[in-house]
């Protein structure tokens, strides 16, 4: 029988703040076919990370800056409703399926978020139950040889098999992004003009004590 779903791509990430690598990596699963929407979503409090992020209300407001003219692109702000401290993402996505019964998801991650997979909360459950694309980045080692210490044949396979190829790779990262924005800079104009405008309204990844002219 045809899957009636709508094919949604949950792509989790801090977006602290959202940058051309995100969007690239989203429009890429929409032009592939492998999604109909891929939904952005602002972790609420993401496990692996231990920097104090961003406001929750600002990554999403951003995240949503950042999608405006990309279609097929939406931003997810359910984990705010959910309040899952950690959000591990099954149990985010428990949520979602619970709550959008006609959408059947996927898993969207960065290249080098596969080779860390393995450390993910329940992570052969989350293999198991979910098709997993993923989006190389520079200076992530794909190799099945990798995968194979942590994951059966099977499951190496399938990862692999999710991973996007021939796809441009942007050597950029948040962290990177936020450097520049303490200066006042959109480094390599990584982020777009209206994100970049409202980070330089309300003051975020200011160092403390500087001022705006
Ligand atoms: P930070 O530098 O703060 O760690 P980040 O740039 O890695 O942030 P996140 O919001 O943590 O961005 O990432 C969300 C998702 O996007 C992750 O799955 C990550 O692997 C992926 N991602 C981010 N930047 C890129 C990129 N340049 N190429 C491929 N994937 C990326």
Redesign the pocket.
Known sequence: MADLKIKTAYFG????PP?A??IA?ADAAVAAGLADEVWLAPAWVPPHKHRRLSPFSDRLRMTELACEGHAGLRVCADESEFALAPSYTIDVLAKLEEKYPSRRFLLL?????LATFHQWHRAKELLAKYPVVS?P?PGEPDSAAELRKHWSAEETEKLRSGLLAAVPL?D????KIRRGLEKGQNTDNSINTEVFEYIMKSGLYRKKGDKID
């Open positions: 990430g801090s977006f602290d940058h690598g995100h990596l991650i960065g290249g080098d978020m989006y980045r942007f950029i990262s948040s962290t």
